[in-house]
Structure formats: C-alpha cells, structure tokens
C-alpha cells in the first residue's frame, strides 16, 4: 500500500488527524534538509512535502519565494531532491513523502523520467501546482503505474463542477487552499475554508488537507476540527530562516513543530 493511503487508514482507526509539513529542499543546504526532516519525523509529522525550488514560483508568498532563492544559488536541482528522497528512504525514515513542484521542472527534467525516477526513490505523491487537471491525463497515468499519488489543488474559486472533475483524477489525499493569495503565515484564518471542505466531501471519499496561513498551535487545533489534515509550511520555513546559522537546526526544528502538532484535534 502506498504511504500516504496507509497513513490516513491509520489515522481514521484512531480518529485522529494529520499534520503535514511543507519543507522546501536544499533550505539552507541538502545537509541540514537531512538534519531537519530526520528530527521533525519524530516531532509527529504525517506526510512531509518536499518542495523543488523554482525560481518562478507564482503560488508562494515571501517567505518560500527566500527558501528557494536560497537552496537555488546552491544549485539545487531535481535530481538532487530525488538524492535526497533516496538518502531518506536509506535512513530508515519512512515517512511519507510528497513533491511540491511546478510544472516546468518537471518538464524540462521530463515528465516521464521524473515519475519512474520518483518511485524508484521513494516518493509516495507529487502535487504539481501550475498544472491544470484537464492536461494531466499523461501525468495521471504514468503516476498510478509507478504507484505515486496525484494531489490536486482546490482553491476558493473553484467552480462545483471543477471539483467534481478534479476529484477524479485525484488520489491520495485533497489539497483545499484555505483563502486566495499566495502563501504565508496569516493571523487570522479564512471563514471560508469549513465550507469548501463540506463541499469537497460532497464529491470523494480521499482525505481533505487544508493549507495556506496556518501558522500557530491554535490555528492547528481549530482547522483539525473540520479536515483530514493540516498543512503547515510557511511558518516552519519561517523557523528554519530565523535558525539558518545554528548547529542543532534539526532540534530547534523539532522543537517547533512538536508546538504545533499538539494542537491536532
């Protein structure tokens, strides 16, 4: 079974719901990548989403936009975030793993190679962003048949029907943008988001994940009460920014998330 389905059968038997961390790869550098995710695996993260930098990347607010600029000017590159999935996978961290990506590198690394290259590593789910579901047909099929699940984004604008349609090609888990913008850390949630998730659950059984400005153990608690899972990304790439010169930026790491996964409904 795939690991991302197998930890949400888990969590349905308790009840309980998932915490999943947005890390971008190569922030600050591949070492410390390693360092952090094999800390905050034990600081009660589900599923972890490992973003490829890209140096145009249109859905990200500030704060990912620097972690990306920063893990880029040391040349990071697909090939290298697939590295690191490996070294994951050999250091007996079986966490399940996600890539975050646009489409652009994945075209140029090539769509076919990129899927085969991901199940050979060990990624469990690749959600493209900028990719639109009625293009993804190719994408779709290559992934069932290397065992990768497609996470599909659904925003405040989405139509009923886009959803419907959406749903379909989607597996493993639904990713529900809590408000418009880009994203980033935000004070106050957006009201919106308990509806969009009742609308979602109108149309498919797969877990519904909601993300974008959830930053604090309170916004944990609150948004675990109405979905499946809860994104958080800005924030701890946030941390991470704060922390970038200190020598346990694994612990700190930790530290922080294990703050916020205490919130989980």
Do not use: W
Not at 67 to 82: E, G, I, M, Y
Not at 191 to 209: F, Q, R
């Amino acid at each position: 079974m795939n690991r991302i389905d197998k930890k949400f059968a888990e969590l349905r038997k308790t009840s309980g719901k998932g915490f999943i961390l947005y890390l971008t790869a190569g922030d600050p550098d591949m070492s410390d990548s390693f360092k952090i995710i094999s800390q905050v695996e034990k600081a009660g993260v589900d599923i972890l989403e490992l973003g490829i930098p890209f140096s145009d990347p249109l859905a990200d607010g500030p704060t990912i936009q620097r972690a990306s600029s920063r893990s880029l000017k040391r040349h990071t590159s697909v090939r290298d975030v697939l590295n690191l999935v490996k070294r994951i996978r050999k250091g007996k961290i079986d966490i399940p793993l996600v890539l975050f990506t646009y489409y652009n590198p994945v075209l140029n690394y090539g769509l076919k190679r990129f899927i085969f290259d991901c199940g050979k590593n060990g990624v469990d789910g690749v959600l493209i962003l900028d990719l639109p579901h009625e293009e993804a047909e190719e994408y779709v099929l290559l992934a069932s048949k290397n065992n990768i699940k497609t996470i599909f984004l659904i925003t405040p604008t989405t139509p009923e029907n886009r959803i419907r349609d959406i749903v379909r090609v989607s597996s493993g888990f639904i990713y529900c943008v809590s408000r418009t913008g880009v994203t980033g850390a935000r004070k106050d949630l957006s009201g919106d988001a308990p509806s969009m998730v009742k609308k979602i659950k109108k149309h498919t059984k797969l877990p519904v994940a909601v993300g974008f400005g959830i930053s604090t153990p309170g916004q944990v608690k609150e948004v675990s009460g109405y979905c499946d899972a809860v994104v958080v990304g800005s924030a701890a790439v946030k941390k991470i920014e704060d922390n970038i010169n200190s020598a346990n930026i694994g612990k700190v790491m930790k530290k922080y998330i294990a703050s916020l996964t205490k919130g989980l409904m």
